[in-house]
């Protein structure tokens, strides 16, 4: 199975095949199918292990493009093991784990060391470690400010907007972008967003199941199909749960909830530790009750 689209081939170079027979052998595991090199636009993470940078974006291609959030964090664990101080890795690996006590002891590694990171990972290590913060609020019950997720989302725009002004082509910070400037101003602000991204760098831009997933919050649900049945013959795997799921939102939009129900198992199914999907599962359970 190829990993990489060919949109990602855009972002990022290949290693040659003289490094990866290198990792195989170092890891004693499959070569990593991950972008390792930079290309000229995107992040240079100068100080950062080049085989941790492969798995920590490998990572992000796992979760954002694939839905396989167990391989994501295989990735961002090994990310770790390769370069023990690679903050950013920290961080992701704190927002994905499941365990709470290791998500709260990364969290404070990072923040301890916080002031040691260069400007551009400080953009995204500030939402990184916000994100943590929330999730501790939401668990203790505490009472979140009613502006709390605006201001949180206003602020990420525009630090990832600062980064990608002068790194573009970081894919997975492009994409988060996008997300925040859903969260922050909705479906039709991320689709133009989306739109004009592609304007002045490229009609080819990958980003994965967000057009679908916007265009269905929207009700236009013909462009919505047209758009997920795209992105399923892009990525090409059938052992990936993310067509499953956007299948799934797709019906929950539509009001079809037994096809949503389907559509929800069948991706956790193939990875239970989805947490998109656990969610929309429990929005679908949730519906069929009422």
Request: net charge negative; aromatic share 12%; no cysteine.
């Amino acid at each position: 199975m190829t990993i990489l689209t060919r949109e990602h081939e855009y972002w990022w170079r290949w290693l040659s095949a003289t490094a990866l027979l290198w990792i195989a052998i170092f890891l004693n595991a499959p070569p990593v199918t991950a972008e390792a090199r930079p290309d000229h636009d995107g992040f240079p993470f100068a100080h950062v292990d080049v085989e941790a940078v492969a798995h920590y974006r490998q990572g992000w291609v796992e979760i954002l493009s694939y839905g396989r959030w167990s391989e994501a964090e295989r990735h961002y664990r090994e990310a770790i093991a390769q370069d023990p101080d690679f903050l950013l890795g920290m961080s992701v690996l704190a927002r994905i784990t499941a365990d709470v006590d290791e998500r709260n002891t990364l969290y404070e590694r990072v923040n301890a060391r916080l002031e040691e990171a260069g400007e551009y990972e400080r953009l995204l290590l500030t939402t990184y470690q916000q994100t943590l913060e929330l999730f501790a609020l939401r668990e203790t019950g505490a009472a979140i400010p009613d502006n709390y997720r605006r201001s949180m989302a206003a602020r990420a725009v525009d630090d990832y907007g600062r980064f990608l002004g002068s790194y573009p082509g970081e894919w997975s910070v492009m994409i988060e972008y996008v997300e925040w400037v859903h969260a922050l101003e909705g479906p039709e602000a991320a689709l133009q967003e989306i739109e004009r991204l592609r304007s002045t760098m490229g009609q080819g831009l990958d980003f994965s199941y967000f057009p679908a997933y916007f265009h269905a919050e929207l009700g236009q649900l013909t462009i919505a199909r047209k758009r997920a049945s795209e992105f399923a013959a892009r990525i090409d795997d059938p052992g990936s749960p993310q067509p499953h799921y956007l299948n799934a939102f797709l019906h929950y939009q539509a009001g079809d909830l037994t096809q949503a129900q389907q559509a929800i198992e069948r991706a956790l199914a193939l990875d239970s530790r989805h947490l998109l999907a656990q969610r929309l599962q429990g929005l679908i359970e949730r519906a069929l009750e009422d």
